[in-house]
């Protein structure tokens, strides 16, 4: 038999514990509440900071893309002969080995002057031929570090020569049906994404920014990577 003062020691202990249990829960509760506070502050801030009219612009209407279902295409417009266009491509570089796995890149040449063509000629010749990761940093290369002008046929031509393309193979696409088609597409979307310039980064044929938008190449990314979460979802 249970001596009465063991009785109330045991009822004692029975209330502590379900004291404590109560207190832990309330604890656990507290708790959650305060992550999804914490969560909700974060999401809205985020987005806070990131705002359209200011580091991003809608483009109106919206374009086609060429991504496949649930992918997000992101546009990079440029010119091999615009200083900031070759100041951004270490940060293009850098935010490509990280991109979200959805992620479709493209590149495309600007042709918002006449003088501008040759080059995009030049990109269009090297993807034709699998060749862009050979030719690419040397074009901005040969002209922003070497200040070779890279206006004629011929002077692109050796470039090619130079990294291993053969002259019968970079003659047969230079001036082809194929590299005209895909200038005549680039001219036209340049004109309907609305870019004033380049460097120009379209995010699904619905965003437009850049370094100025931004705040700085070193940004430019930080918004291209929140407009491809807001069109993930």
Not at 116 to 143: Q, S
Request: hydrophobic share 40%; charged share 25%.
């Amino acid at each position: 038999m249970a001596r009465p003062e063991t009785v109330n020691q045991e009822s004692i202990k029975n209330k502590t514990r379900g004291f404590s249990m109560k207190l832990s829960i309330h604890k656990i509760v507290i708790l959650f509440a305060s992550l999804a506070l914490l969560g909700a502050s974060v999401s809205s801030s985020f987005a806070a900071r990131y705002q359209e009219g200011v580091q991003y612009e809608r483009v109106i209407p919206a374009q086609p893309t060429t991504a496949a279902p649930g992918q997000v295409e992101v546009v990079e417009l440029f010119w091999y002969g615009c200083p900031h266009c070759y100041r951004l491509e270490p940060y293009v570089n850098r935010w490509l080995k990280k991109k979200p796995a959805n992620v479709k890149f493209v590149r495309m040449p600007g042709m918002f002057q006449p003088s501008w063509e040759i080059g995009a000629r030049a990109y269009y010749t090297a993807e034709i031929l699998g060749v862009v990761d050979k030719i690419h940093e040397p074009m901005f290369e040969a002209i922003h570090e070497q200040k070779r002008r890279m206006s004629t046929e011929a002077e692109i031509m050796a470039l090619f020569k130079q990294h291993g393309v053969a002259e019968k193979d970079f003659k047969r696409v230079f001036r082809s049906f194929a590299v005209e088609t895909k200038l005549r597409r680039a001219r036209d979307m340049g004109h309907r994404y609305g870019a004033r310039g380049v460097p120009t980064i379209i995010v699904n044929g619905k965003y437009r920014t850049g370094a100025q938008e931004a705040g700085g190449n070193a940004r430019v990314f930080q918004v291209v990577d929140y407009l491809v979460q807001q069109e993930s979802k």
